[in-house]
């Protein structure tokens, strides 16, 4: 799963989370539009908790 993270200022703002980094980078301009134009953003890929990570395996 992937989180898309904004910073306006001093504002960090999470969005998601979302199945691929596509379905984030699609909903950007929707976010981006409640933004700043001197907001900047990344897409994060979620990481598993380590004890979920264990029991997969």
Known sequence: MYL???KD???TRHVGP???PKQA???LERV???CSDR???Q???LEQP???AAMAS
């Open 43 to 45: 897409i994060h890929a």
């Open 32 to 34: 981006m539009a409640t």
């Open 39 to 41: 907001a900047r953003w």
């Open 50 to 52: 380590q004890s979920l």
């Open 9 to 11: 200022g001093l504002v």
């Open 4 to 6: 898309l993270t904004i």
């Open 25 to 27: 980078s699609d909903d």
């Open 18 to 20: 979302y199945m691929s």
